[in-house]
């Protein structure tokens, strides 16, 4: 029972790292996908994360204390091809101890435990991916297949030997798992929004919000992340394609990861009609004045008094004699952060007198009171 508890505990501690990692692709798919966010569907793919953990960790886990090639040569873990040797075993069990010992026998704790662990795939396969039951099933099958062939190949010959048995019964009662979750996911994943009535709301405007423009500055900061990342490990292995530490200038550089980034994510995308940084464009989020959508230099001015200030200043700072430069990037995004939190529309945007607008509809904003309204808590309304 420890085993099992510690093993659980793994899989939520690995799951919610997963689901931290893959939250903003998430928001990014769902606010495509949908015109917005379905706080029920986040929860579902979290749980999802879990589960996959869970479904690792029970199947492959634990390996064995002392495994290699001593304990190989110790142990031989057989394969067991034969469907249906679990009848034989529980039938054993009740002749030995009766209704008791059957019970209480390791042969009913492990096909009661095989069944268990792919219920939750048929759940999830039906209710929240929405796939046939049909298909749902084959997936169980698949998937407990791959299962019982890493364990009979010892990894795909990537370990020693095998640690796990591999067993046909385990396939069987597996199966039995995944439909047993297709038929109960209507009343599981009941709280789930389903997926076809959300689609039929994605060109439908939504209220702009500070958690909406939130949700758009966090994609940002990713997708930042991502290009700055992307030019580091580029020069580094051009460094190593060259064989020689020195063959990219430190100070080329060191520009190039601030610039880029800033480039690509907020002046480049500032420059179209639109106006619209990465992230605000994937929420459907725009930025309009009085007369529209703007000259091009208004939009030029939003994007660059915005982070991407901060962004070119560390830029700037790489170069000789302007270290000191590098300072003023945490104090301006300070005030980005401080601001965003007091307004709905953020420091650069009162700066050049934008107002936000859901570009579904991107309607050119006068100075009217309904278009200073925000929902009452402040959040992005949930389907």
């Known amino acids: 029972m420890t085993t099992y508890l510690s093993l659980a505990m793994q899989a939520m501690l690995l799951g919610a790292l997963t689901f931290g990692v893959v939250l903003i692709p998430l928001i990014v798919v769902q606010a495509r996908r949908f015109g917005g966010l379905s706080l029920t569907r986040m929860a579902a793919f979290g749980m999802v994360a879990v589960y996959a953990f869970a479904l690792l960790a029970y199947t492959m886990l634990p390996i064995p204390d002392g495994y290699g090639e001593a304990w190989c040569a110790r142990y031989d873990v057989r394969v067991q091809p034969e469907p249906f040797v679990f009848v034989h075993d529980l039938a054993a069990a009740y002749a030995a101890g009766g209704a008791g010992g059957l019970a209480s026998s390791f042969?009913?704790?492990?096909?009661?435990?095989?069944?268990?662990?792919?219920?939750?795939?048929?759940?999830?396969?039906?209710?929240?991916?929405?796939?046939?039951?049909?298909?749902?099933i084959l997936a169980g099958i698949g998937v407990s297949a791959l299962i019982e062939l890493t364990q009979g190949t010892a990894a795909f010959g990537l370990l020693p030997c095998r640690w796990r048995i591999a067993d046909a019964d385990d396939l069987i009662a597996n199966t039995v798992g995944a439909a047993i979750g297709v038929a109960i996911a209507p009343l599981v994943l009941s709280w789930?929004?389903?997926?076809?009535?959300?689609?039929?709301?994605?060109?439908?405007?939504?209220?702009?919000?500070?958690?909406?423009?939130w949700l758009g500055a966090v994609v940002d900061a990713a997708l930042f992340a991502v290009v700055f990342a992307a030019v580091e490990?580029?020069?580094r292995a051009l460094d190593a394609i060259a064989d020689t530490p020195s063959f990219l200038p430190e100070t080329g550089v060191g520009v190039a990861r601030w610039l880029l980034p800033a480039l690509l994510v907020f002046v480049v995308p500032a420059l179209s009609h639109l106006g619209a940084s990465a992230g605000q464009r994937l929420l459907w989020l725009v930025p309009r004045w009085t007369d529209g959508a703007g000259t091009p230099m208004r939009r030029l001015a939003l994007a660059l008094l915005g982070p991407a200030l901060p962004a070119l200043a560390m830029a700037a700072a790489q170069l000789p004699g302007l270290g000191a430069l590098g300072?003023?990037?945490?104090?301006?995004?300070?005030?980005?952060?401080?601001?965003?939190?007091?307004?709905?529309?953020g420091l650069a945007a009162a700066l050049t007198g934008a107002r936000y607008a859901d570009s579904r509809t991107a309607p050119v904003l006068a100075d009217r009171p309904e278009h200073h309204s925000e929902s009452r808590d402040g959040a992005a309304r949930p389907h």
């Not at 042969?107 to 792919?118: E, G, H, P, S, W």
């Not at 789930?192 to 423009?213: I, M, N, Q, W």
Request: charged letters at 20%; hydrophobic letters at 55%.
């Open 233 to 235: 490990l580029g020069a």
């Open 192 to 213: 789930v929004s389903r997926a076809r009535a959300l689609e039929g709301r994605r060109l439908d405007p939504r209220p702009v919000t500070r958690a909406r423009r």
């Open 327 to 345: 300072y003023t990037a945490p104090v301006w995004l300070l005030g980005l952060l401080v601001a965003g939190l007091l307004s709905r529309d």
């Open 107 to 136: 042969a009913l704790r492990q096909l009661l435990l095989n069944v268990v662990l792919f219920v939750p795939l048929g759940v999830f396969g039906r209710r929240l991916l929405e796939w046939p039951a049909a298909v749902t």
